[in-house]
């Protein structure tokens, strides 16, 4: 196998690893910072929701570039692309925990569209256990900020 495709790139995982610092911060953050809570938990779900529509962009320039892929399958990417960001506005306008609510079966469910594209098309071998590993910080954070509004 091409050694490009079975080896996460260092700068794929210094941006992806990296993208996970302020979810790092801000879900501990909102659980101890007392009266500043309520600021840290906005600015956690507000990431999250910004992370969310991103990673759902990647299914738009999957379906753009990647080939093999049928109109049909090409068209259900371009589609599911825009569901993520359509999950991520509202969270941002909900209370925080119902963001959380929100964001993390979203962070799940399109970590199970990448499974079902990594069924159709050739991806890297990296990106399906990176997209696990970032999605499953992300959700635990989303999860930890939640829980700071009901403690």
Partial sequence: MDDTLSKLPR????????????????????LLAGHHAPVLSDALFAYGAIILSFVGALHWGFAMTLSGLS?????????????????????????????????????????????????KASLPAWYLPLR?????????????????HYG
């Fill in 71 to 119: 109109e049909r399958q090409r068209t259900a990417g371009f589609v599911w692309s825009v569901i993520p960001a359509l999950l991520a506005w509202p969270a941002i306008l909900l209370s925080p925990p119902l963001s959380g609510l929100l964001l993390i079966p979203g962070f799940v469910a399109h970590y199970l569209q990448d499974h079902r594209l990594a069924a």
């Fill in 132 to 148: 696990f590993r970032l999605t499953v910080v992300a959700s635990l954070c989303l999860a930890a900020g939640s829980f700071a």
């Fill in 11 to 30: 700068s794929v995982a210094w941006l992806g690893y990296g993208g996970l610092l302020p979810f790092l911060f801000l879900a501990p953050a909102s």
